[in-house]
């Protein structure tokens, strides 16, 4: 019989913990840790649940994030961190299980993994294999923009639409060009420096598209949108939530709707072409709160408790 691993989910109040929480809660193997609403500041209950967990979940603000870690006294106590503040940091590791080889080993023997952002994991699954196999330059110039439902904007943003009279169909922002995903962009994708990144909320809850345009004739002369869609597919066939469609000429896909995925942990590419061969552009769709950050973090626990990587989780 599996041992029951006790889980506590810091902030399990937010839209993050939330759906985390819902994806643990019929588990056999899994005995959460739940706090009293009333102690949910008191720092000496969290920290006694904190040490009492075999896997910290945090769904906090950086900050706070940060305390939590602070308040882990032991060697025992493992942790995934929703929160953008240690994606980049030494001694944690990056979890996105598909990014590279190798990657759901490092993520199955850590004490300390960083759950990635919603809108990087398309950038870095779409365009990491390219820069890793030598058909996209480091130093190549993108460009990366798409919609997402108003919950990856966080609970301010959900309060905001949810309340509007007459909400925003589309709302671009990050129009400074210093979002906070990019460090993590630029590391993790094996560009010099992250791309122009351009997001934008739909007034709908979740789901998401993201967009990888590539103008071929100036970033990679001769690579083809062919080379790439094969180079993707080869690189996620035999993967459970990354899948890579089938290379079609078409005007317009219907399946392109940002909600196609939502509930699942999957993550679709497509690759789209013009007719001269000069233009390509990746698609990335997903679900913003599935494997663009809750199921995420689920398969992350799933790999380092030694669990079946897909449990409790829904392919689409």
Avoid at 126 to 147: K, S
Wanted: hydrophobic share 45%; proline share 7%; with cysteine.
């Amino acid at each position: 019989m599996t041992t029951r691993a006790k889980i506590y989910i810091d902030g399990e109040a937010g839209t993050t913990g939330l759906q985390i929480r819902d994806r643990l809660a019929a588990r056999d193997d899994i005995e959460l840790l739940i706090i009293d609403p009333d102690k949910r500041k008191d720092l000496g209950e969290r920290k006694r649940l904190l040490n009492a967990a075999d896997v910290a979940i945090l769904c906090l603000p950086d900050e706070a994030a940060k305390e939590s870690v602070g308040l882990i006294d032991n060697d025992r106590t493992a942790v995934i961190d929703a929160s953008t503040a240690h994606r980049v940091a030494p001694g944690w590791t990056y979890g996105f299980a598909e990014m590279a080889a190798g990657q759901a080993e490092a993520i199955a023997g850590s004490k300390r993994v960083a759950n990635p952002g919603c809108w990087p994991q398309g950038l870095i699954a779409a365009v990491r294999p390219l820069v890793e196999a030598g058909l996209l330059p480091a130093d190549a110039p993108l460009t990366y923009n798409g919609v997402s439902g108003y919950s990856g904007g966080g609970r301010k943003m959900v309060e905001d639409y949810q309340s509007a009279a007459d909400p925003s169909p589309f709302l671009p922002y990050g129009l400074t060009f210093k979002h906070k995903h990019l460090p993590e962009m630029a590391v993790y994708t094996g560009l010099g420096r992250p791309p122009q990144f351009q997001p934008a909320v739909g007034d709908f809850a979740q789901g998401m598209l993201a967009f990888v345009p590539l103008r071929l004739w100036a970033v990679a002369p001769g690579l083809t949108a062919k080379a790439i869609h094969d180079l993707l597919a080869d690189r996620y066939a035999g993967e459970t939530f990354v899948k890579v469609m089938p290379f079609e000429p078409v005007e317009r896909l219907t399946g392109l709707d940002p909600r196609a995925l939502n509930g699942t942990n999957e993550l679709r590419l497509h690759v789209f072409a013009d007719a001269a061969g000069e233009e390509a552009l990746i698609v990335a769709l997903y679900d913003n709160l599935g494997k663009g950050a809750s199921g995420a973090a689920v398969q992350n626990l799933n790999l380092m408790l030694g669990r079946p990587a897909a449990a409790g989780l829904v392919p689409a």
